[in-house]
C-alpha cells in the first residue's frame, strides 16, 4: 500500500519518494502510516512548504532559518558534514 500510494503520486520523482518516507518512518502505527498516506503533499513543492512549515511552528525555528540561509547562498550543494559546523558560529 505504502509503496503504491508513493509510486502514484511521485510521477517518477525520487526526491519526493524520499522526502515522504522521511515523514513515514516516524510514524508508529499503521493507523498512523495509512493517516499521513491519506494526506500527502500531491507534489514536492507542497512537500518542501510544508517542511518550511514544519521548521517554522518548531522551537528551532532560528536555527532552521539560519542554515537555509547558508545553503541557499552557498557557492555550491553543502553537505551534511558542512552544515553541521555553521550552527557553532554565532554572528551577533
Wanted: glycine fraction near 2%; include cysteine; charged fraction near 30%.
Amino acid at each position: 500500500e505504502i509503496q503504491t500510494t508513493l509510486m502514484e503520486k511521485a510521477d517518477g520523482g525520487f526526491r519526493y519518494i524520499d522526502c515522504q518516507l522521511q515523514i513515514l518512518k516516524d510514524s508508529a502505527s499503521t493507523r498512523r502510516i495509512r493517516k499521513v498516506l491519506n494526506k500527502l503533499p500531491s507534489n514536492l513543492e507542497e512537500t518542501y512548504s510544508e517542511a518550511i512549515e514544519r521548521c517554522e511552528n518548531s522551537d528551532y525555528s532560528d536555527e532552521a532559518q539560519y542554515i537555509l540561509s547558508w545553503v541557499l547562498y552557498a557557492f555550491e550543494p553543502l553537505y551534511m558534514r558542512q552544515v553541521a559546523p555553521i550552527l557553532s558560529i554565532d554572528l551577533e
